[in-house]
């Protein structure tokens, strides 16, 4: 079980911009693929973003699509989460996520998640 960590939430108004980034904690990715996904209290986790690790395959969910960019530093163990123009809808914990076996797929297939990082956007 290794733990990833999420960093790089905080509080801008709408319109700004964050950049979220996940590291893995003592090792290397090992899974296929690499995900975020972002939660509301009372809801389920919701898809965001995914990207194969060793490949440029990505998704993004259509809600983000034109703002939003996943991409991932493999030589530095790294994944990132670049968010523009951001809109109080946004407003999430936000997660990344690794699957040893899939690309896209639901939360519950992922094998290793961080802890959340809070991003909160203003009107």
């Known amino acids: 079980q290794v733990p990833l960590v999420e960093s790089g939430g905080g509080l801008v108004q709408a319109g700004g911009s964050l950049r979220l980034s996940c590291a893995a904690s003592?090792?290397?990715?090992?899974?296929?693929?690499m995900a975020w996904f972002r939660q509301l209290p009372g809801q389920e986790r919701e898809l965001v973003a995914a990207?194969?690790?060793?490949?440029?395959?990505?998704y993004l969910a259509d809600s983000v699509k034109g703002r939003f960019t996943i991409s991932r530093d493999i030589a530095k163990n790294l994944g990132f989460l670049q968010m523009n123009s951001l809109k109080p809808e946004d407003t999430a914990i936000y997660y990344c996520?690794?699957?040893?076996?899939?690309?896209?797929?639901?939360?519950?297939?992922?094998?290793?998640w961080g802890q959340g990082t809070q991003v909160t956007v203003s009107s």
């Open positions: 996520a690794s699957s040893s076996r899939y690309f896209i797929a639901r939360a519950s297939k992922f094998d290793y």
């Open positions: 003592g090792r290397t990715f090992s899974g296929v693929g």
């Open positions: 990207i194969r690790w060793s490949g440029e395959e990505s």
